[in-house]
């Protein structure tokens, strides 16, 4: 069913199953796995991991260094105050790293992806699968309307918003 689940303090382990579930983790290194329904996901403190699973998922890091993985679907991730780790793991996803020096990493399947809030110099960008030559993934760089977009192979293509320039110096 749809389920409202609350951690509050202390580390907890929040788990939705089906339906469109509302998950949030409150203070303490909390695990949230939201399974199949678009999912609500708010992580609260605390260094969290994050899972939204299938369905058209949202997730909020909020404070602390977080992992989050929006799952199939197109997501949105909000990593939030510290350095997050956001993975555009399927589906179109749409994602905001907030205060602190984020990664955003993805894959071949990461096509239609958009990293709204990247900072040159303080995010970085990343691969979470085998396989993708970075240098082709330079190479295709197109800038359009003050956007970057990249082909992360077989014309799957994740746009970087308001950011240009020297697209290598985005990895790391």
Known sequence: ????????????????????????????????????????????????????????????????DDTLFGGAGDDVLHGGAGNDVLFADGGADTLWGGEGADVFAFGRNSGGSVVMDFEVGVDRLAFYEAGIELGAVIRSARVEGGNTTLDVGGGNRITILGQTGNVAAWFG
């Open 1 to 64: 069913g749809n389920d409202l689940l609350f951690g509050e303090d202390g580390d907890d382990l929040l788990y939705g199953d089906e339906g469109d579930d509302t998950l949030s983790g409150g203070a303490g290194n909390d695990t949230a796995l939201g399974g199949s329904g678009n999912d609500l996901i708010a992580l609260g403190s605390g260094n969290d991991l994050g899972l939204g699973g299938e369905g058209n998922d949202t997730l909020f890091g909020e404070e602390g």
